[in-house]
């Protein structure tokens, strides 16, 4: 019965935590698209109107080259992932339901 009030507590942390996390990550991730979105836009209203000349399709390979690289380098370990999620399953747990609720109410 020892066992029960700290799974308690740590799931009750999880959740809190998840919450907070996916609400503060919907509302930045609205603010980082909505600024990408307002340069992109002043960009091309810029090119319009002959005060730039952009090179789009050198922007489009330098993305790629970009993507590739990051893919290629990523060395991401899974097994120390699955530790830490298996060692605190109820936060673990709790974290991601707080995280899906969360980001549903941002």
Do not use: E, H, R
Request: glycine share 6%; no cysteine; proline share 2%.
């Amino acid at each position: 019965m020892d066992a029960l009030p700290f799974i308690l507590k740590t799931a009750l942390i999880g959740l809190v935590t998840g919450l907070v996390v996916g609400f503060l990550s919907k509302k930045v991730s609205k603010l980082i698209i909505f600024f990408a979105l307002l340069i992109v836009v002043v960009l091309q209203i810029a090119a319009y109107k002959g005060f730039i000349d952009i090179d789009w399709l050198s922007w489009k390979d330098t993305a790629v080259d970009v993507v590739k690289n990051t893919v290629k380098n990523a060395n991401v370990s899974t097994d120390s992932i699955k530790d830490i999620f298996m060692k605190n399953v109820p936060f673990s747990i709790a974290a991601i339901i707080g995280f899906i609720f969360g980001f549903k109410k941002g």
